[in-house]
């Protein structure tokens, strides 16, 4: 199985200010159609998890441009550029190129 | 507007057994593939399987813990997906969410899952 870890497990961030989170995976995530099968989920407090980035870098339909997703192959990193109170939750990074899908430990993110 | 509402869960012994629905609404579910997801409780998520829509086969996938022990299955004509758990174990207590995600007619991209339903496994 593909195993995805994420730093840091937790952050606390001030309003306005950025946040960053690292995903990496224990192998490539790019497919031969030249996919790459990397995912961002946000689990607000209560909820269900929410899609936030598909595909490394495609901001999903309604999410705020301040959220953007980056990297390749094995690494792969989510910015908030400012955070706000809204953003509160656990985010996790998980992949779809190989069976079983795998998610990451998820990193909590709150307010200071 | 898309809705996919669980239903099914409870308390069931270690070693019963319990099905879960997963009712579909506001797209084409026979063209969906299906997924469940589990969250124990204060844990992370989890793949627990999926189908895939009867015109690329109709086949399943199961994670590991699972396999031998759950099935899931869809009804078309009820817009419903099902995940059939037996022999349950303790560590299998969790909120199982069912999942979907495709590219539309539009070519955009769609990611829908339901509310949850909370299975808890106890003697």
């Known amino acids: 199985d593909i195993v995805m870890t994420q730093t840091p497990l937790s952050l606390s961030v001030t309003p306005g200010q950025p946040a960053s989170i690292s995903c990496k995976s224990s192998?490539?995530?790019?497919?031969?159609?030249?996919?790459?099968?990397l995912y961002w989920y946000l689990q607000k407090p209560g909820q269900s998890p929410q899609l936030l980035i598909y595909?490394?870098?495609s901001r999903f339909s309604g999410v705020p441009d301040r959220f953007s997703g980056s990297g390749s192959g094995t690494d792969f990193t989510l910015k908030i550029s400012r955070v706000e109170a809204e953003d509160v939750g656990v985010y996790y990074c998980?992949?779809?190129?190989?069976?079983?899908?795998?998610f990451g430990p998820g990193t909590k993110v709150d307010i200071k | 507007e898309v809705q996919l509402v669980e239903s099914g869960g409870g308390l069931v012994k270690p070693g019963g057994s319990l099905r879960l629905s997963c009712a579909a609404s506001?797209?084409?579910?026979?063209?969906?593939?299906m997924s469940w997801v589990r969250q124990a409780p204060g844990k992370g998520l989890e793949w627990v399987g999926r189908i895939k829509s009867k015109t690329d086969g109709g086949t399943t996938d199961y994670a590991a813990p699972v396999k031998g022990r759950f099935t899931i299955s869809r009804d078309d004509s009820k817009n419903t997906l099902y995940l059939q758990m037996n022999s349950l174990k303790t560590e299998d207590t969790a909120v199982y969410y069912c999942t979907t995600t495709y590219y539309d007619f539009w070519s955009a991209y769609r990611d829908y899952w339901g509310q949850g339903t909370l299975v808890t496994v106890s003697s």
């Open positions: 192998q490539s995530l790019l497919h031969s159609d030249g996919k790459t099968y």
């Open positions: 998980m992949q779809r190129i190989h069976l079983p899908s795998t």
């Open positions: 595909e490394v870098s």
């Open positions: 506001g797209f084409t579910f026979s063209n969906a593939w």
